[in-house]
């Protein structure tokens, strides 16, 4: 119902002139007005009609106006229905009380003011009209809240299923979710968060025990990404990983933590809320992938370096034959790394590395090639120089030996005893040999890696009727006690008249490499001390008299930094020979000039230049040299 909408006045009475007379009255205040002339047809006219106001005569002739309001009281369209009541008769108190018991709620006397009667009924219809727009706005409201309610409830539900998703999402992920009150420095961490800074579930937590938390190394990083995430003039994403060490269990933890924070209509933070992610595991997996990474860089470096030597200190008469050569010794290596990759660098058992030097030799004669021994596995640094012993032994049975004759025969055993290698190469049939002149390159690489590098030995027997050669490799590596370590006694050592000239050490443990370097600092007419194969021979030389020292980082898996720190002590310059990167060096190291592998002449000589002012010697053409001659190919 609108304000403007008419609304319905029953007039009840059984004289028409009374009813004629009630509806000029009432003709002003432009509403409907109905007529019944009796109790039965305004009980008709009620059931098919809304009534505002019922203006009734209280005497009629079949049922009085207290009856007819009694009946229209007990309907339930009409408990609220206003009804008047008119009487031309004088009425007492009694029935007064009788007329509002049957629902009246106001009496016009006869007779009757006409501004009485139109000023009370308008009242009434006007109140009816509110009433009914009372109602009607109730049951919109009521429709509106209803229809709120059920948003109400469909967000709850979806928020609850956001919230189960996020849970669910978060412990999938391993997030834990925190909240800081900026104001009064409460942090809210639920137990995962906790868990990362080893702190109990039920242990209360603020910003005071995050910070004393922090690795003191990312303390100071955090505290600013959290000071410019809470600046209202940054308002920067908190975005930072830190170390975190547990306040309980003492165990460092990597996190890695985002947030953002809240500001009020000041502009102040309130309030940062943000993720936190144990990354240990990723920072692990990180600095074992980096580890990786500089160890394959290491050995490729290495690899190079060693072939590097190769190429340099191999001599030759023609092209063609050093050609040959170092092609073979570059593939006799090549061998020895492809077994050691297939046992992902665990070692490489001896039968396979002798088998397959041997192979191109033993054709369809088993007899001529004969090998017998145990199972040995040798660790990755022994079966290396193992293999490129074998290659120079075969190399020189198949040019001089044995092996060169079609009669000829070679008999390869070996044994293991108290932890000693023991391999027997024996040869027969083949052209008389005899002991060489002078130590050939193939010699030197025999003396210098089993017996120098590795600690081994190897026995000569040059025979009429064949070569006989014992190598003796230790199968676990011993460090050589210093009182055997006599630089100035081994074969493999150079031996210059020292007068004024310069000193330097090397300390190399691979002995193809320390004797290429000797060879160029030789060139530059330096005294050579070394090359030393491990820490506790180099301790030993490090107290003698020299001008600098050249220290390869890594020797057989020991660091070279105790003899490194005793040349500081004596103030004696001195580089770092590595296949590894400058950043894996001891930064109290920072200073030592570091030459990386594979050396080049050009780094070596400036290093010289710079520490000694050594001039670099006319270049020599590569195959030049001490030629093989025909004793032996391991006097070459």
Known sequence: MEQNDKVNILLVDDQPAKLLSYEVVLRDLDENLIQASSATEALEILLKN????????????????????????????FQRTAIIFISAIHLTDTDYLRGYEMGGVDYVPVPVV????????KVFAELYRKTRQLEQLNRELEKRVAERTAELEASSVLLQESEQQLRLATEAAEIGLWDVDNVTGVLFWPPRVKAMFGISPDVPVSMADFYAGLHPDDRAVTVAAFTAACDPEQRA????????????????RWVAAKGRALFDGDGRCVRVVGTAVDITER????????????????????????????????????????????????????????????????????????????????????????????????????AQNLALALHELATNSAKYGALSAAK???????????????????????????????????????????????????IWDWRPGGLHCTVQIPIEREGRPAEQASLHGDENLVQLPTNAMKRVLIVE????????????????????????????????AASGEFDCAILDLNLGGESVYPVAAQLVGRSIPFAFVTGYGRESIDTKFAHVPVLQKPITREGLETYLRTTLGAQPPADVPIGSGNSPGAASALSA
């Open 283 to 382: 920072k692990q997996a990180e600095e074992r992938q980096l580890l990786l990474a500089r160890e394959v860089d290491h050995r490729a470096r290495n690899a190079l370096a060693v072939v590097q030597a190769i190429v340099r200190l191999t001599r030759a008469g023609t092209q063609q034959g050093y050609i040959e050569a170092v092609e073979g010794r570059i593939h006799a290596l090549a061998q020895a790394h492809t077994l050691l990759s297939e046992s992902r660098w665990e070692g490489a058992d001896v039968r396979t590395l002798v088998g397959e030097e041997l192979a191109p030799y033993r054709g369809g004669d088993a007899a001529r090639v004969k090998l017998d021994g145990p199972a040995v596995i040798l660790s990755p640094e022994k």
């Open 509 to 540: 443990d691979d002995a193809i490499i320390g004797m290429m370097m000797r060879e160029i600092l030789s060139d530059h007419g330096l005294f050579v001390v070394g090359p030393c194969c491990s820490v506790a021979e180099a301790l030993a």
């Open 237 to 252: 994403l908190y975005d930072v990983e830190y170390r975190a060490l547990g306040k309980e269990d003492g165990v460092v």
């Open 50 to 77: 809304d009534v505002a106001v019922v203006l009734v005569d209280v005497c009629m002739p079949d049922l009085d106006g207290f009856e007819l309001a009694a009946m229209i009281r007990d309907h339930p369209r």
């Open 114 to 121: 006409p501004e009485l009667l139109r000023a009370k009924v």
């Open 408 to 458: 000829g025969t070679l008999a390869v055993g070996w044994r293991t005893d108290r932890n000693i290698l023991t391999l027997s190469w024996r040869e027969a049939g083949g052209p008389p040999v005899q002991a060489p002149s002078a130590q050939g390159f193939g010699t030197k690489i025999l003396n210098a890696s089993i017996k120098h590098q590795i600690g081994g030995n190897v």
